[in-house]
């Protein structure tokens, strides 16, 4: 095993293994894709620097052997822009990055043909904050036999769409020279972020092309800007993705296989943003490398994606209750078994009916596909766990304090009551219900709008029912 690998797994069995309950050690652990963290992958309310590093990865032949080892060939800003501190955590970043842009291992071949692909994984740091990178992983321009290369842009801001968008733009610049991307990437580090529903245009020159202008636009909803739930639609059935959920619910061990990285990419971060307004804050790990294959023993929670060539290594390492996904087949190849009896079956059903209405409508239509499929998983939590503001009860000083026998008594179904006594002693409960103790204001957000619109939903049919009798 090389030494990197060696090196970010230490990392790893540093953070697990500091002081503390068993609690505060999987806190540490890591914390995302959604509010954490992904990475974290929050909302933004715009203002802040686009990116911080753009790095292109090549493949270089080892000196030794005909195997290769991939090495950043490429960085902006230059390290002698930037501070001291800045180049410290630029140093931990360097060493782990390109092993994510080529977690297939180090045996390749020059090509003439490779598909494009678009993917992205998740660093995570000892404070437990996430940067993303978002990769495109291609052959070069040029003839012959050649090897693949990734851009990779690493940014604290999970807004998946936009960064494709940006991606595109720095592959087209670089087949004709690097030096055109330093003035597109240095206009858009001084642009400002844009607000939800906002749109930044940058003023980029190109040889021989011209100045473009360039407009980056965010959607009006970001709590799901982040995430494009089509290839998990196009992989698994809605019963399936409703068992995934309700591992991820009781913070299960789950990975994910396919082939290619961009689905595996796709796929999890799909996973983890059902769980909002809730975060995944254990080991997530879009697409693990090769020499970190080992972290599906851990026996903590985690969320990770494999590649399908190294199905056989994973099925023959030593785990227990594991939810294992083959996204290629649609199937699940492990599973704990009561994955079908987690959630309350009435919602169950209504999860699976408002799923399957009209979700031909949105097969082109990214953002309201996006909004159809997440949905009812809101909603399921707005009808569990939906009253908790009125069990915080407030001291003095503003702090709250969770009356939590007393909100899951409140549920007058038996089988959610049963549901939600379990879903209160989990992590992805403890961090949301924290940070209601600590804010001292309403709590506002898209999560609180649906709750609202339960509750006058509520109010207008006990109305309707009186005008009845």
């Not at 230490?10 to 990475?39: F, I, T, V, Y």
């Not at 693990?288 to 026996?299: A, I, K, N």
Request: charged share 25%; hydrophobic share 35%.
């Amino acid at each position: 095993m090389d030494g990197l690998g060696h090196r970010l797994r230490a990392s790893l069995r540093l953070k697990r293994s500091r002081g503390g309950s068993r609690q505060d050690n999987l806190r540490e652990a890591a914390k995302e894709p959604e509010r954490a963290p992904e990475h974290c992958l929050s909302t933004f309310a715009g203002g802040q620097h686009f990116f911080e590093y753009l790095f292109v990865v090549s493949l270089k032949k080892k000196s030794s052997g005909h195997d290769y080892e991939p090495t950043i060939t490429y960085q902006f800003p230059k390290r002698e822009n930037l501070l001291r501190g800045q180049q410290e955590e630029e140093e931990r970043l360097l060493s782990a990055i390109p092993l994510f842009c080529f977690p297939d291992g180090n045996e390749w071949a020059p090509l003439t043909e490779y598909p494009r692909e678009t993917f992205s994984f998740v660093l995570t740091n000892v404070d437990g904050s996430r940067k993303i990178g978002y990769c495109r992983r291609l052959l070069p321009a040029g003839r012959g036999p050649r090897l693949p290369k990734v851009y990779c842009i690493i940014s604290c801001i999970g807004c998946f769409g936009l960064f494709s968008k940006i991606l595109d733009e720095v592959e087209k610049r670089h087949q004709i020279s690097v030096a055109v991307i330093y003035p597109f990437m240095q206009g858009l580090r001084e642009a400002a972020f844009p607000a939800p529903g906002k749109t930044v245009t940058l003023k980029s020159f190109i040889p021989d092309s011209g100045t473009e202008f360039i407009s980056l636009t965010r959607p009006l909803d970001s709590h799901l800007e982040h995430v494009d739930f089509r290839s998990l639609l196009r992989c698994l059935r809605f019963e399936q993705i409703l068992q995934i959920f309700a591992s991820a619910v009781l913070e299960r061990r789950i990975i994910f296989l396919a082939e290619d990285l961009s689905t595996l990419s796709q796929c999890i971060h799909a996973a983890a943003a059902l769980l909002y307004p809730f975060s995944w804050a254990h080991t997530y790990i879009p697409v693990v490398p090769e020499s970190l294959l080992d972290t599906v023993c851990c026996p903590t929670p985690f969320m990770v994606g494999v590649q399908m060539r190294f199905q056989q290594q994973v099925m023959d390492s030593p785990m227990e209750e594991v939810l294992l996904v083959n996204l290629c087949e649609g199937t699940f190849l492990m599973s704990v078994g009561d994955e079908k009896d987690i959630l309350p079956p009435k919602l169950q059903d209504d999860i699976l009916e408002s799923l399957g209405q009209g979700i031909n409508e949105f097969e082109t239509a990214s953002e309201q596909l996006n909004e159809h499929v997440s949905g009812p998983f809101v909603q399921f939590f707005v009808k569990t766990v939906g009253h908790y503001a009125s069990y915080i009860k407030r001291e003095a000083n503003g702090q709250g304090r969770f009356q939590e026998r007393a909100f899951y008594k409140a549920l007058t179904s038996k089988t959610n009551r049963r549901f939600v006594k379990k879903f209160v002693k989990t992590q992805l409960f403890s961090l949301f219900i924290q940070e209601a103790e600590k804010s001292k204001h309403p709590p506002a957000g898209y999560f609180q709008q649906k709750i609202l619109e339960y509750e006058e939903q509520k109010k207008q049919k006990k109305s309707r029912e009186k005008t009845v009798k």
